[in-house]
């Protein structure tokens, strides 16, 4: 899923198929499964779907992903390979050094007994799960806190308390990786925590925290993508089993997403200027976004409204965007209403802390 300011889509899709369907012959021939297609793991299949973004031109400044793809080494190995920068959560039981153990690259050319394996740790320093860095080390222990305001959303500001170090993440091999960072972050309200594995260290190569942070918490769009897909365009309403016709839905679903996000982007830019237009119905004044919900229901009424006579096309047009309004309004009032509350919560200025919200153009 491909998220930037405004702006998001569903990239591509892949059914996962499970190792016991891939060995099972009648069951592929009952699903038209290709013969080519063979048992991949999902963080086998999620590097398959990044080569074929970037092999069709997608720029992306930064990948980001859940627990499941982030304790994958071979996922994030695969990221590395591919020269790709990359924020991923990770599992408290994630393994890694916050100081770099030394690798010794090869050994003595005489000497009796066993040979040993080269590249390999010079000693026996074992890699420590994150969760217990963070609490015992003095690269975490002898850290302050620092308050970000992380994002906005229609429930109010989230604040999470934030503490990083530079970290080397055990390889799929075993080895050190090259310096990286771990970040640990906290939320205010709710004491969850979160961590974080990036081939990004702050202060280097231009990189700031924020900027981290921003994409560490970017999943949230993704989240948002998929429910609106499920919801509005019938992403999860199938009924069939077959290979091809799974993906041909699939692809069917992210086609009408792209179409009305299109739809909703070029609205927010005609609302920017200061009024937008359907056809001879003005509309004037700053609202809220549309929804993806109020787009749907834009085009449907675009669509009815094709065949009628002028005069009723109109009074559809102002039907809809006087429905489409209320609930803009409705939804603007609630989400200050969800801000003011929840600004009352924390027992600081909310303002006064650093954001990681990027500024609006």
């Not at 620092?146 to 604040?159: N, S």
Request: aromatic share 10%; charged share 30%; with cysteine.
């Amino acid at each position: 899923m491909y998220a930037a300011p405004g702006f998001q889509c569903l990239l591509g899709s892949r059914v996962y198929l499970p190792e016991d369907w891939a060995n099972d012959p009648e069951r592929r021939k009952q699903n038209h499964i290709p013969e080519e297609v063979q048992f991949r793991t999902k963080p086998q299949i999620a590097l398959e779907q990044i080569d074929r973004a970037l092999g069709n031109g997608i720029a992306v400044a930064a990948w980001t992903c859940d627990e499941f793809y982030g304790r994958s080494s071979e996922f994030l190995d695969g990221l590395e390979q591919r020269k790709q920068i990359f924020v991923a959560e990770v599992p408290v039981s994630f393994h890694g050094w916050v100081r770099k153990p030394r690798v010794l690259r090869q050994g003595p050319k005489s000497g009796r007994g066993r040979r040993k394996k080269y590249p390999r740790l010079a000693r026996k320093i074992p890699p420590s799960e994150v969760r217990n860095l963070v609490r015992y080390s003095p690269a975490f222990r002898d850290r302050s806190w620092q308050r970000y305001r992380i994002k906005d959303t229609t429930k109010g500001p989230q604040v999470w308390e934030v503490k990083w170090s530079v970290f080397w993440r055990k390889s799929g091999g075993g080895l050190p990786t090259r310096r990286q960072c771990l970040i640990v972050a906290c939320n205010v309200l709710t004491g969850e925590e979160k961590y974080f594995v990036s081939n990004r260290v702050p202060g280097e190569r231009g990189v700031t925290l924020r900027w981290l942070l921003r994409v560490a918490f970017g999943r949230w769009p993704v989240e948002q993508c998929f429910q609106q897909a499920k919801t509005e365009l019938g992403m999860d309403h199938y009924q069939v089993r077959g290979w091809r016709c799974l993906h041909r839905h699939f692809y069917l679903t992210q086609l009408s997403y792209v179409f009305c996000a299109r739809v909703r982007l070029e609205y927010d830019a005609q609302e920017s200027a200061g009024s937008v237009a359907v056809e001879d119905v003005p509309v004037s004044g700053h609202r809220s976004r549309l929804t993806m919900e109020q787009v749907r229901g834009a085009i449907n009424a675009w669509l009815e409204a094709a065949t009628m006579t002028p005069k009723d096309r109109k009074k559809r047009y102002e039907d809809e965007l006087k429905a489409i309004h209320y609930h803009q309004n409705r939804n603007h009032s609630a989400s200050q209403s969800h801000t003011r509350t929840k600004i009352d919560v924390f027992e600081f200025d909310v303002e006064k802390i650093k954001s990681c919200i990027p500024a609006s153009p």
